[in-house]
């Protein structure tokens, strides 16, 4: 997804599904004076406790005179597609 209205009408959907928590569980964080990048997974909770997703995560952080500022973030379902409705097709 690109630009800002994707990514509003991303995260207004995402606001308004039943999440009650994150849980992110760091594998992997190294960085050099310039960059820095943490690799990780993530569970969404719902609201009545069952796992609603699980999959896995990237933030690539950048430093500039003002410190450290995020660069990329990036996150991927496990789950498989779910298939079209019928009569339904899948945009690409």
Do not use: C
């Not at 995260?11 to 992997?28: D, N, Y």
């Not at 009545?48 to 952080?61: A, E, Q």
């Amino acid at each position: 997804m690109a630009g800002r209205r994707a990514i509003q009408e991303l995260w207004k959907g995402a606001l308004a599904m039943p999440v009650a928590r994150i849980q992110f569980e760091t594998v992997e964080v190294d960085s050099n004076p310039a960059t820095a990048w943490e690799t990780g997974r993530y569970t969404l909770i719902a609201t009545n406790g069952s796992t609603m997703d699980v999959g896995k995560y990237i933030v690539v952080w950048k430093r500039d005179g003002a410190g450290w500022k995020m660069y990329r973030d990036m996150w991927s379902s496990d789950s498989q597609p779910q298939a079209p409705a019928a009569g339904g097709s899948v945009k690409h």
